[in-house]
């Protein structure tokens, strides 16, 4: 017998067909975006390639006004680094090293040269010289998931580093290549082991962000945002939000060197845009707030001191904030930072020239009358001031202080 199809089945055998297709296809497209996306995202996982030759950033002023030539000229000779024989502590190494540059060449013979003081911290037959070979070496060469990596001993002494990352943003600062060789105890290796490490080991949980962001700056400036090995996402938003959120008088030097690391972030940013227009204006509003606070808190004398900030939200500081070395110390140290950050800061956020003339001329006034003794005790907080006094002429150490051919 002859089973005859009507129209109504057929209409509905055609639309369970078309049905399955569309699912099909749903799922057939769902199952390839799934795949492109994991793709994708394993790709962001993949380290990004840091540039071989790090990214110099310059000050954004020559003002006279702020330090005329005969002034910085007696700074920077008063400053010269006088660091040859004995034991060179780290910090006072690296130090030198971003005031001066691997440029800088003396003819005294007390006095290191740039390239001297860059062998201090990567050539281990220099480090045993100086600290002899009881001492723990500086760095610290290792091997791990087939990788050559390089850390610099931290924080346990004056042969060390004095903080995460601080040795390697001061070697980017001054120009220093990936593919420089490092002499290590075990053999010679490319700086890009020292880079690997840092980005290994970097963690958005870490207490201090200000060296490994100028590190960041300097041989990932064209990187939007990757991927830390625990996972966690980064981008240049999330960087300045972690940069601001403490209090302003917290952390190393009194707060300073976040203020240096946003600063030079808002360079960058003009060049490479990946702030957010959110995060740009984030970033302008907190140093503005910084500098206003600055203007507020400045001795009629012209210095600043760790009471800067004044009152934040959680209350007001203690009146007795005084570092370790004393009052002058403390003056040397955030005045000098101070105009250090603000050299690279956009006009919109700087203080009236008022201010910034004074503070210059309480610097070279107070550089001055230190004895050599003095100069050697604050050394690391004067070539931050030296330092600032060299940018806001857009010079080089180098090239003002008189050199060796």
Same mark, same amino acid.
């Given at each position: 017998?002859?089973? $005859? $199809? ?50 110099? $950033? ?22 010269? !680094? ?32 740039? %390239? ?77 082991? +020292? ?5 290994? %080991? ?80 984030? $970033? ?15 001795? +009629? ?27 002058? +110390? ?23 020239? %008022? ?41 080089? !150490? ?6 060796? !051919?």
């Amino acid at each position: 017998m002859t089973k $005859i $199809i009507t129209p109504a089945r057929s209409h509905r055998s055609v639309t369970i067909g078309v049905t399955l297709v569309m699912q099909m296809l749903v799922a057939g497209v769902t199952l390839a975006w799934g795949m492109y996306r994991f793709q994708v995202i394993q790709a962001e996982k993949i380290p990004p390639q840091p540039q071989l030759q790090p990214r110099l $950033i310059e000050p954004r002023y020559d003002r006279p006004d702020v330090v005329d030539d005969e002034q910085l000229q007696r700074v920077l000779t008063k400053l010269r !680094p006088r660091l040859r024989g004995g034991k060179p502590q780290i910090n006072h190494v690296d130090h030198a090293l971003r005031f001066w540059g691997v440029e800088a060449r003396f003819d005294d013979a007390d006095v290191s040269s740039g %390239e001297e003081l860059r062998r201090l911290l990567l050539d281990h037959r220099t480090f045993a010289a100086a600290w002899g070979t009881k001492t723990k070496p500086f760095l610290l060469p290792q091997t791990r998931d087939e990788s050559e990596l390089l850390s610099f001993r931290t924080k346990a002494g004056d042969a060390t580093a004095s903080h995460v990352d601080h040795t390697l943003a001061a070697l980017a600062e001054v120009g220093t290549p990936l593919d420089y060789p490092v002499l290590t105890p075990l053999g010679e290796m490319p700086l890009r082991a +020292a880079f690997d490490q840092a980005f290994r %080991e970097f963690s958005l949980n870490q207490v201090e962000y200000e060296w490994s962001t100028l590190v960041f700056l300097h041989y990932l400036p064209h990187v939007p945002s990757w991927f830390t090995t625990e996972g966690q996402r980064v981008t240049w938003d999330l960087l300045a939000e972690r940069l601001m959120r403490q209090r302003l008088a917290q952390g190393v030097c009194y707060g300073e060197h976040r203020l240096h690391a946003l600063a030079l972030m808002l360079l960058a940013d003009e060049e490479f845009g990946w702030l957010s227009p959110d995060s740009r204006q984030k $970033i302008l509003a907190h140093l503005r707030d910084a500098t206003d606070r600055l203007v507020k808190s400045q001795h +009629a004398d012209g210095f600043w001191d760790g009471r800067w900030p004044g009152a934040e939200w959680d209350g007001p500081q203690s009146e007795n904030v005084v570092g370790p070395l004393g009052s002058l +110390a403390d003056r040397l140290l955030v005045t000098g930072h101070t105009l250090e950050w603000l050299a690279f800061a956009p006009t919109e956020v700087l203080p009236p020239a %008022e201010n910034l003339i004074r503070a210059s001329q309480w610097l070279v006034k107070s550089i001055d009358g230190l004895s050599d003794a003095e100069v050697q005790r604050y050394y690391t907080f004067l070539s931050h001031a030296g330092r600032s006094l060299a940018l806001w002429r857009s010079r080089r !150490p180098a090239d003002v202080v008189a050199t060796s !051919p």
